[in-house]
């Protein structure tokens, strides 16, 4: 019952906050601010270069205008540049002084027998030039195709016949072997909000359990409170009724989230998909953030017992937060291959599980004795590390005086239960 009355007094204390209540509506915006304004940015901002073209031939402007026309997300804008007495040098030492002027973003020559040496040349003070390219190189392709099949006298039935494109549809599968329509920006939307969640819930309340923890002792609350519990008991309620607060700010977003993709939201063109926000998805976001917290917290809060203030904590406590920044940093080699073997064995490491094996579950429904092994290495993991927290948090939540170091950390771990 005294544990109980610890774990209601830490989940009260935090939920009846003002602080609670901004960042359960503050962090959802910025976590918008840093994943939908770029994209929103990225539309609505006209970022359209200025391109020159030296043709000396003359035939292929027009050309290219309108394949470049007919492409989506259309970058450059063309314009043709003159060339006097086919002196093209002439006209590539002008475009050169446009482009260093600025009156020009680029500008591309291609030469008077273009079917016959396909061959182009880029000009740009900028070394970036992939975004033009992009555009410009599939143009140029499509219009030197034309140009050779009109020169092989090819009819216009065959040759369209011949330059078809695929219509792509993507589907995905479920479990049950139905197959649905989704969109794939609004899944990978939707992924990346629920592991950005999970990354700044198990930091923030992790740490939040290493500032309380010393708190407390330094203003010797906790020797009024272990005059009447057990120090075990102690830890464990305060990391529990930290969680608690954590675990329902998270099912308020979560709420949010489901609510707000049953409605269709749709941002930036991305609409969210309620259909992805399955029982497994949900289920495991739960399961991961708890273990995921616990995990971390329990290491926070033997570091909090052994230190007087947060300055002597930071020494600790950064060693912990790599393991939690790392696999955000990994998450690339996860999103190329989800089911590889690295992949795999990354997102089985305890400390790594609680991002990249929920990102595996999020984008590639990974075999389910995967994810439940995950779930096993991180519960024996934080029962050893509840056990070396014990150690810490009995033997240094009454210590005070000069800070700790490296060597009274292990000497502590090193102590018989």
């Not at 990225?42 to 027009?62: A, H």
């Not at 309108?66 to 086919?86: C, F, K, R, T």
């Not at 909000?193 to 203003?219: C, F, N, P, R």
Request: aromatic share 8%.
């Amino acid at each position: 019952m005294k544990m109980l009355a610890i774990i209601r007094r830490e989940y009260l204390e935090r939920v009846r906050t003002k602080g609670f209540v901004i960042s359960t509506l503050l962090i959802p915006l910025l976590m918008a601010l840093i994943m939908v304004v770029p994209m929103l940015t990225m539309k609505s901002v006209d970022t359209r270069n200025t391109i020159g073209l030296i043709d000396p031939s003359g035939e292929y402007f027009s050309r290219l205008d309108e394949a470049l026309s007919s492409q989506e997300d259309l970058h450059v804008s063309l314009i043709p540049l003159p060339v006097a007495a086919g002196d093209v040098a002439a006209a590539t030492a002008g475009m050169q002084d446009q482009i260093r002027d600025e009156s020009l973003d680029g500008g591309v020559v291609i030469g008077d027998d273009f079917v016959g040496t396909p061959k182009a040349t880029y000009y740009s003070r900028s070394v970036s030039g992939s975004i033009v390219r992009d555009d410009l190189q599939p143009a140029l392709d499509r219009v030197l195709r034309q140009a050779r099949f009109a020169r092989a006298g090819v009819p216009d039935s065959l040759h369209a016949y011949l330059s078809a494109r695929v219509a792509w549809e993507s589907l995905s599968v479920g479990d049950a072997g139905e197959a649905a329509r989704r969109d794939e920006g609004g899944v990978m939307l939707l992924a990346f909000t629920l592991i950005m969640m999970l990354y700044m819930m198990v930091l923030v309340y992790g740490q939040q359990t290493l500032t309380a923890v010393i708190e407390e002792k330094s203003s010797r609350v906790v020797e009024v409170l272990l005059s009447s519990v057990p120090s075990s008991q102690l830890m464990f309620g305060k990391v529990v009724g930290i969680g608690a607060a954590g675990l329902t700010q998270v099912a308020i977003w979560t709420a949010a989230i489901f609510v707000m993709a049953g409605q269709g939201l749709s941002v930036g063109g991305i609409s969210f998909d309620a259909s992805y926000l399955t029982p497994m998805i949900l289920g495991s976001f739960m399961v991961f953030f708890l273990l995921g917290f616990l995990l971390f917290s329990m290491m926070y809060a033997g570091v909090g017992a052994l230190c007087n203030t947060i300055q002597e904590a930071q020494p600790f406590a950064t060693p912990i937060m790599m393991f939690v920044i790392i696999p955000m940093m990994l998450m690339t080699l996860v999103l190329r291959a989800p089911g590889s073997p690295l992949a795999t064995v990354l997102s089985l490491i305890p400390m790594f599980s609680p991002i990249l094996m929920f990102m595996r579950v999020c984008l590639a429904s990974p075999p389910l004795w995967q994810v439940v092994l995950s779930w096993v290495l991180m519960s024996a993991t934080i029962w050893m590390m509840s056990r070396a927290a014990g150690k810490l948090f009995r033997v240094g939540i009454l210590m005070s005086g000069s800070a700790p170091n490296w060597a009274t950390l292990v000497r502590t771990l090193r102590q018989p239960d």
